[in-house]
């Protein structure tokens, strides 16, 4: 089946050491998502992907990079992660083309991590 | 600033009871819908979904929503709830202008056999 598959499902890190989420894909969709959900809240857009094109939101903090070495595959490291970014990272996923209206959100079973 | 509300934040129902969790958002313009169900240990999957037309959209397992422009509200239904579904529900609204999915911040449904 194709889906978003998210790893680790659990990321334990110590204060200040740097740790990378990791997300793929098998539907081909050309935009790729990071939201993190802290408990009890919201899903909360960090960044995404267009293609290629990296769409940072204006509040998401320096902290928090993401890299998409192709279509299939989507990182999310955290330079520094402090006690704050302990929370549940979703990666999402939809196929956003020119004249098409297709903007459901497929979404992977997320990470949750936390910061020891 | 763009918003997305969920007024039940925690509803507990018996079986066969009817269902209407609310929604609203602050839009202006196109504006697609969505209802989200997290069950427990679960990822966010997709209920149902409105783009456009008919207003009342039916989605998987039995649910419902409305969209009514004028109210800026999109609800959710369902006749008669299972115990199956228990699980946080999130109404999420894609603004044209911005392009984002923004979500609101959940409701749980825990249904008592």
């Known amino acids: 089946d194709a889906m978003v598959i998210q790893n680790p499902r659990y990321q334990v890190t110590q204060f200040g050491k740097p740790v990378t989420l990791s997300c793929s894909q098998t539907l081909n969709h050309n935009v790729m998502y990071w939201y993190q959900q802290k408990s009890s809240q919201a899903p909360k857009l960090l960044f995404h992907?267009?293609?290629?094109?990296?769409?940072n939101e204006a509040d998401t903090p320096d902290n928090f990079q993401s890299r998409r070495p192709n279509t299939s595959f989507c990182f999310l490291d955290i330079r520094s992660p402090g006690l704050g970014d302990a929370a549940m990272y979703l990666c999402?996923?939809?196929?956003?083309?020119?004249?098409?209206?297709?903007?459901?959100?497929?979404f992977g079973p997320g990470t949750r991590l936390t910061v020891l | 600033a763009q918003s997305v509300s969920q007024h039940n934040h925690h509803v507990i129902l018996s079986e066969a009871a009817s269902l209407e969790l609310g929604c609203n958002y602050s839009y202006g313009g196109t504006v697609n819908l969505f209802w989200y169900v997290q069950y427990p240990g679960q990822h966010l999957q997709l209920l149902l979904k409105?783009?456009?037309?008919?207003?009342l959209v039916k989605g998987i397992k039995g649910f419902e929503a409305e969209f009514i422009k004028s109210k800026f509200s999109f609800n959710l239904r369902k006749p008669s709830v299972q115990w199956s579904d228990t699980a946080e529900y999130f109404c999420a609204v894609l603004s044209y202008n911005t392009d984002k999915l923004i979500f609101g911040t959940g409701t749980r449904l825990q249904v008592f056999p």
């Open positions: 999402a996923t939809s196929r956003d083309l020119e004249g098409e209206n297709l903007n459901e959100q497929f």
């Open positions: 409105y783009f456009s037309g008919d207003p």
């Open positions: 992907y267009y293609d290629k094109d990296f769409n």
